[in-house]
């Protein structure tokens, strides 16, 4: 009987010898990844792309907040005036089923609907993308916006102190009141109309993301490759 056969300097022949390397091992492949999205090569790269889109964001709100004079002016030039009177001893409205206080309101929320819409509009032709910052934006600047629009109307209008309007022009003669917001609610018809416009948008004309490649699942259930050209499949 002869001895078994013993490998060269008595390793195992499943170990590999001193100084060489042994094959890593095979990761589990994603079949939903795409091509080239390793860990390694997106840590990290949010950082700027964040980073320019807050700035972005921040300069889109002030542009927009600016708009908001426009609304003022606007808003006191078509909206309705409060007639008031006076005589010698108080101040009355001149009109006392006159409906000028709801006309207020309505003609600032037509308003700040009509700048949501066209401010959002023109940003979104600018970028032709949305994202949380643009829609944070659009809805801070139109707050601002409708805000700065609420006190301009205010400032532009006729004087705030009634009594001493009244004083000024004298008793028996017809005057008109300050310009005044009485629903308050009204500030966020501008950013509520900015911000259904952007989803509006985003979802009818911005572009979409690429779809995932299909995963190869060809012999993942015990089919045989397909035999080559001029070959015949081997017999079973």
């Known amino acids: 009987m002869t001895a078994p056969l013993t490998p060269h300097n008595n390793q195992p022949p499943h170990e590999p010898h001193d100084g060489e390397n042994p094959p890593p091992p ?47 002016v606007l808003w006191n030039w078509l909206a309705p005036h409060t007639p008031l009177i006076s005589d010698t001893k108080a101040v009355y409205l001149k009109n006392t089923e006159g409906e000028e ?24 032709l600018f970028r032709r993308r949305g994202g949380i910052p643009l829609v ?27 009594a001493a309007h009244a004083k000024q022009v004298g008793p028996g003669v017809t005057f008109d009141g300050p310009l005044r917001l009485g629903a308050k609610g009204a500030l966020v018809a501008w950013p509520v109309a900015a911000m259904l416009t952007q989803l509006a948008l985003t979802a009818l004309f911005a572009p979409r993301d690429p779809e995932p490649p299909h995963p190869d699942w060809s012999g993942q259930y015990g089919q045989e490759p397909p035999a080559a050209h001029g070959q015949e499949p081997p017999a079973a």
């Open 26 to 72: 095979d990761e589990p492949h994603d079949p939903w990844a795409a091509p080239g999205s390793g860990t390694g090569a997106t840590a990290g790269s949010g950082g700027p792309e964040l980073a320019r889109e807050l700035r972005e964001g921040v300069v889109i709100a002030l542009l927009v907040a600016v708009c908001g004079v426009l609304l003022g």
């Open 101 to 124: 206080a709801i006309g207020t309101d309505g003609t600032f929320i037509l308003l700040a609907v009509a700048f949501g819409v066209l401010t959002t509009a023109a940003v979104f």
């Open 136 to 162: 944070v934006a659009l809805v801070v600047g139109g707050l601002l916006g409708a805000v700065l629009g609420w006190l301009t109307g205010m400032w532009l209008g006729p004087m705030a102190d009634v």
